[in-house]
């Protein structure tokens, strides 16, 4: 069923995000500064492409008070748009009940793009 529904997902609309996700990247580490923040994106890109099956771990702070600063960073300057356009396709999907498993996807993703640093996908 998970096959099934990654691919449903790959079809509509995955890819695209993974692209869009995958460009940021790239883009975010032409700066030594932006390379922190193009792994994170990387990923959300890599999360993006194969959500049903997959599960966000928390991984603690791995640099003590820097991911904080980073993950604020992070919200500032993007990481909070991201997170508002998974949470409004969660709530545009979850409306049907066909269309719920995807709106839980978003979801997580949308934890995901709250939280990059500290977490890890699994």
Known sequence: MKLFLNVIWLVFGGIMIAVEYAISSLVMMLTIIGIPFGLQTLKLAIMSLWPFGSEIVDAGWPSG???????????????FAIALTHFCWGIILSITIIGLPFGLQHFKLMRLALFPFGNSVK
């Open 65 to 79: 008070c820097i991911a904080g600063i980073m993950n604020v960073i992070w919200w500032i300057f993007g990481g």
